[in-house]
């Protein structure tokens, strides 16, 4: 059974924004013999992702790594607002509210590491994943069943998405 405050918070997201590593990704490091990381992505995740944008929400990448892949995979999956590199993830996130004219309770944002819980504690609706640390489960609304990069934010896509699809039904 949903929480009232998951159910409230749901209908309210204009954004959901995405840490990477541990989130859309297993948190894993790949390196090639020439010493160049890849990561692996889940393809359910694109597709919660594709089908999220469709239906209106903006969807934002917000990563502390400085990564060709997640910029390769934010554009094949059409995502605009994609910040590599990121220090502040926060300040990040508040200059694209800004630009997106929202503000911070319309976001959604999904990260599994110390990094993440400034964001996780000024948005409107914190997520992690089942294999975050404890501060980040602590302080979230809702904690996936499926650990990073195993379709841990499909799981979130649907629930934006079936939350829009109750209040359609009750117009």
Avoid: W
């Avoid at 924004?17 to 694109?46: H, Q, R, W």
């Avoid at 239906?55 to 934002?60: E, L």
Wanted: proline share 2%.
């Amino acid at each position: 059974m949903m929480s009232t405050q998951l159910q409230d918070s749901l209908v309210k997201i204009k954004l959901l924004a995405l840490d990477v590593d541990g989130v859309l990704t297993d948190g894993g490091l790949y390196y090639t013999e020439s010493g160049e990381v890849c990561k692996k992505f889940n393809v359910k995740d694109g597709k919660g992702i594709k089908l999220l944008m469709q239906a209106g929400i903006n969807v934002a990448i917000i990563s502390a790594n400085d990564s060709a892949a997640t910029v390769y995979r934010a554009q094949k999956l059409g995502i605009v607002n994609c910040f590599t590199g990121v220090e502040n993830k926060l300040t990040v996130l508040e200059n694209l509210c800004q630009k997106l004219d929202l503000s911070l309770d319309r976001v959604a944002y999904m990260g599994d590491d110390l990094n993440d819980l400034p964001v996780l504690k000024a948005v409107g609706l914190p997520l992690t994943v089942a294999d975050a640390i404890p501060e980040n489960r602590a302080i979230a609304t809702y904690v996936t069943e499926l650990a990073g990069g195993q379709g841990a934010v499909r799981e979130v896509c649907n629930l934006l998405l079936n939350s829009m699809i109750k209040i359609a039904q009750n117009k």
